[in-house]
């Protein structure tokens, strides 16, 4: 069974731009979030989508917004970068349906803005 | 307040050595406990994790976590360490209360020393 795959692994932008990240699942996850991962901040949720509807949200600006796509697969995005949105940005799944909680990490995009 | 505490930001241990690394959290609903391990340029991975029963868990690579509900601790011990357990391990807690998202803890990072 295939991994949870995201891409790009690494990608560098500059401040103003705007940036899509994009997650691929387990097969016949339905549930993905978004974690950012920073050194001084460690891992911050993001948000968490089930069947293409968000289901949770963290405390972020609203330039960074989500989706989920009826296959399951998620894309983030982040508007008008700033240099402390450099990251590793990490999507996990989850079947999303039962109490476990357990999550299922891809590698991570690493993010960079100059 | 509900929230997840790693004690040590960084352990250094030499190779054969025992080791444990500490977190705690504060809740006032029920809880799952999780410890993720992360080696460099890679998502996490799950090393245990704590849902009910014995409170005693074992987990992959020869690690083992304790739940103690008085003191509302997950610690995680291995009895001899290999260089190849140097990575990051982040403790982590869903808190059972609505559909929270799992919050982690900032992370320890472990360094084996040879």
């Known amino acids: 069974k295939a991994g949870v795959t995201q891409t790009p692994r690494y990608l560098i932008k500059t401040r103003g731009q705007q940036v899509t990240l994009s997650c691929s699942p387990i097969?016949?996850?339905?549930?993905v979030s978004w974690y950012q991962q920073t050194p001084g901040q460690g891992l911050q949720f993001l948000f968490e989508?089930?069947?293409?509807?968000?289901?949770n949200k963290g405390n972020f600006p609203g330039r960074f917004s989500g989706r989920q796509f009826s296959n399951s697969r998620s894309e983030m995005n982040v508007s008008t970068l700033e240099l402390g949105d450099s990251a590793l940005y990490l999507c996990?799944?989850?079947?999303?349906?039962?109490?476990?909680?357990?999550?299922?990490f891809g590698e991570g995009s690493r993010l960079t803005v100059l | 307040a509900q929230s997840v505490t790693q004690l040590d930001s960084q352990v250094p241990v030499f190779e054969e050595a025992p080791v444990e690394l500490r977190c705690n959290y504060s809740s006032s609903v029920s809880v799952y406990l999780f410890w993720y391990v992360q080696y460099p340029n890679q998502g996490l991975q799950l090393l245990l994790k704590y849902l009910s029963g014995s409170t005693l868990v074992k987990g992959i690579n020869g690690f083992e976590a304790e739940f103690n509900k008085s003191q509302t601790s997950f610690h995680l011990r291995k009895p001899s360490v290999h260089i190849s357990d140097t990575a990051e391990y982040f403790c982590?807690?869903?808190?059972?209360?609505?559909?929270?998202?799992?919050?982690f803890g900032k992370g320890t990072r472990l360094s084996v020393i040879a």
């Open positions: 097969s016949g996850h339905r549930s």
């Open positions: 982590a807690v869903r808190f059972l209360a609505g559909n929270t998202p799992l919050v």
């Open positions: 996990a799944s989850s079947p999303g349906t039962g109490p476990t909680g357990e999550l299922f």
């Open positions: 989508y089930f069947s293409e509807t968000q289901r």
